[in-house]
């Protein structure tokens, strides 16, 4: 089972257009697949879920798509707040709070606040994130240190938002593009990548369970070779 699993839910889009729906309708029920493989990711033991719901990229959107996304993610924490925390959830935010609205902070705050005691699984939300403004910003961090540690893979890892998280074993992205996206640049280097053609509001549990088959074959050779032939 992967530790750490992180997702680019792509399709929303084009799941609401084959509808005659307006986007933002996939987005809204791209919802319903959000609390769908939190629950799997609980109930299979992952340890750690990263969900890609607002990149530094798409402040390029249309203004009310824009709008419409900060509101869902507030009316996402008001309606699941409860029982994400029921469940042992704990909630972390990776991303940059510049230009985020108050109100959206505000209640993401609250849901860190509410969950950090939690041990179950934790969600990281990846919100106003891009993965090169995060080097940037660890870059500018580990300079700001009195007295810098020697600079080592391990040492610079740990001025990035993620710091304390392993990278992810797993990525997901659905709906057929294949493509990083400026998701997790530094952490994905030894991420296994499946791409999934079902676009996000259609992905759930079926789905999610043939992409851990998939996993589930893949050999980890981390730069190395086969381990019979080592
Ligand atoms: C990409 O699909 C999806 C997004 C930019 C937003 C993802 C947001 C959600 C799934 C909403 C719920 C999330 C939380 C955590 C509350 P797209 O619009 O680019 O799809 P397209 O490629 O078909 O246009």
Not at 5 to 15: C, L, P, Q, S, Y
Not at 40 to 62: D, H, M, V
Not at 86 to 102: A, D
Request: aromatic share 8%; net charge neutral.
């Amino acid at each position: 089972m992967p530790v750490h699993v992180a997702v680019i839910m792509d399709g929303n889009g084009r799941w609401a257009q084959k509808r005659g729906l307006p986007r933002v309708e996939g987005h809204r029920e791209g919802m319903n697949s959000v609390r769908s493989i939190i629950n799997q990711c609980g109930e299979l033991g992952i340890s750690y879920l990263t969900l890609y719901a607002f990149s530094t990229e798409n402040w390029k959107r249309p203004g009310p798509e824009i709008q419409f996304l900060m509101n869902l993610l507030i009316e996402y924490l008001k309606k699941e707040l409860a029982e994400l925390h029921r469940q042992g959830v704990r909630i972390r935010m990776l991303g940059t709070r510049e230009r985020v609205p108050e109100k959206v902070l505000k209640s993401i705050d609250q849901a860190i606040a509410m969950t950090q005691n939690n041990r179950g699984l934790q969600l990281n939300l990846a919100f106003n994130y891009g993965g090169r403004r995060e080097i940037l910003d660890a870059i500018e961090r580990f300079c700001q240190q009195p007295s810098r540690p020697p600079l080592s893979e391990e040492s610079f890892a740990g001025f990035l938002y993620t710091a304390d998280i392993p990278d992810p074993d797993l990525l997901i992205r659905t709906s057929g593009e294949m493509r990083i996206s400026n998701f997790l640049l530094w952490q994905l280097a030894y991420a296994e990548i499946v791409v999934s053609p079902v676009l996000w509001p259609d992905f759930r549990e079926t789905e999610m369970a043939g992409v851990i088959a998939e996993f589930q074959k893949r050999e980890r050779r981390f730069g190395g070779v086969e381990s019979k032939s080592a």
